[in-house]
């Protein structure tokens, strides 16, 4: 009886010692049409890694674009689409080495789920595209959506936007 007794007490602290869920209680902010949680502020590690995702392609690095890209990368952009990292840097390789393209960041913020401190982070981003051909350049602004899973770009969603007359004017003053 004394050894069931003593048993029965190491359960008791045992289970009281043992963690909480790794699930933090946060309120979050913002608007979510599906029932899941709303955002937080998230990493500066991930707007880092996407700072240096642009720096890398306005390099030509592409061998340091494929290392922080995920294995089941996907972009959407206006009217095409990479479905995996295979065709993505083929793409990428082909555009950089046939036009000069410069990516000039504007701003970016990461947030998160509320809730989960080890989930995606996902990158807000505006930058701005110089792309030259030859003699003639064109320049255009992009909100991107990046994902990140485990340090690596894993979703893009681009929505490209064209500057109007006056904004280019006033951008070559």
């Known amino acids: 009886m004394k050894n069931y007794l003593i048993a029965l007490i190491c359960l008791g602290l045992i289970t009281a010692c043992s963690p909480e869920s790794t699930k933090l209680e946060e309120t979050g902010v913002g608007y979510n049409r599906w029932d899941g949680p709303t955002a937080v502020i998230g990493d500066q590690s991930s707007v880092d890694l996407w700072m240096n995702c642009m720096e890398l392609h306005?390099?030509?690095d592409f061998a340091g674009i494929?290392?922080?890209t995920a294995e089941d990368f996907h972009l959407w952009a206006d009217g095409f689409e990479y479905a995996?990292?295979?065709?993505y840097m083929a793409g990428?390789?082909?555009w950089l080495t046939e036009t000069e393209v410069t990516w000039d960041p504007v701003w970016c913020i990461a947030v998160r789920n509320a809730g989960e401190p080890d989930g995606p982070q996902y990158v807000l981003s505006s930058h701005d595209i110089i792309q030259s051909y030859g003699d003639s350049s064109y320049t255009r602004n992009d909100m991107v959506l990046i994902q990140i899973n485990d340090d690596l770009i894993s979703r893009i969603w681009v929505h490209p936007r064209n500057f109007s007359p006056a904004e280019l004017a006033s951008m070559n003053e």
């Open 58 to 60: 306005n390099d030509k």
């Open 66 to 68: 494929e290392a922080i």
């Open 84 to 87: 995996n990292k295979t065709a």
């Open 92 to 94: 990428m390789e082909a």
